[in-house]
């Protein structure tokens, strides 16, 4: 009798496993809160263009949402935390 | 007397100076006190609730939103409260100009101004149900007295955010 070979791998400690899917930060549209201070916030927290911060607050406006940023949990937890700091309704989800 | 509708205008040292009729001063001091009565609303709030939301709609997060919340909220709420403090004292240098009371905001003073301001906002809004679009108020309206004064704090939110994208 033999037995298969059996290969050894090893094991995965890098920080990024293939489980770590990239997370996205979503700002609602919400009754209250102004175009130009959202675009201001756009601009201050994430260094966006006037144009770029603009696109993306219509995207809100117009659609209901928008993705404003992307990455690690733990960078868009950050984010999500900042966005509620100027009183904008943002979350997180899975990219994908 | 030169008329103030524009109500921001630059001042000596990147300071902004807030021009306001003595009556919307008296409203604006009396912010900070209305705020702090939010953060100490019992759960359940809408008007806190909208001040303090969640991180995570997905309900197989729970875990990570309880850990948002434990690790975020205490902060959020801290940099609110120093905004109320670093307002009130910026009402406390209120000078007389004519018929006008006047402020020197600094940059922190501002983002101070500009926390409570949008704060205000959204408590009154979320509590009076706002939606998007035109208010019309009807003299009758029970409400009429706080639309009004949710009218009035947008336009000088609106003003000062003008001010700052320059």
């Known amino acids: ?96 | 007397m030169s008329p103030r509708w524009k109500r921001f205008r630059r001042g000596p040292d990147h300071t902004l100076v807030v021009s306001l009729a003595p009556a919307e001063m008296d409203l604006l001091v009396g912010l900070p006190a209305e705020l702090r009565g939010v953060f100490d609303a019992p759960a359940g709030d809408p008007g806190a609730a909208r001040l303090f939301p969640r991180a995570y709609l997905d309900p197989t997060e729970e875990e990570a939103e309880a850990e948002y919340e434990a690790l975020v909220q205490p902060d959020l709420l801290r940099q609110r409260l120093d905004a109320l403090e670093l307002v009130t004292a910026s009402f406390d240098r209120a000078v007389e100009a004519g018929e006008w009371r006047e402020v020197a905001l600094t940059p922190d003073d501002v983002g101070a101004w500009l926390g409570v301001l949008n704060d205000t906002r959204l408590v009154l809004g979320t509590r009076l149900d706002v939606t998007e679009g035109e208010l019309t108020i009807a003299d009758d309206d029970p409400n009429a007295a706080a639309y009004r004064i949710y009218a009035w704090l947008t336009s000088l939110q609106g003003e000062l955010v003008e001010q700052l994208l320059g």
């Open chain 1, 1 to 96: 009798m033999t037995t298969a070979p059996v290969e050894i791998r090893e094991p995965d400690v890098s920080e990024e496993t293939t489980t770590d899917r990239p997370w996205m930060v979503i700002v609602w549209n919400d009754p209250v809160n102004l175009m130009s201070y959202v675009v201001y916030v756009f601009q201050k927290l994430f260094g966006y263009s006037r144009k770029k911060a603009t696109k993306l607050m219509r995207q809100v406006h117009e659609e209901g949402r928008a993705a404003v940023s992307d990455g690690t949990r733990e960078k868009c937890e950050a984010d999500v935390a900042r966005l509620h700091a100027h009183g904008l309704w943002a979350t997180m989800e899975h990219d994908s």
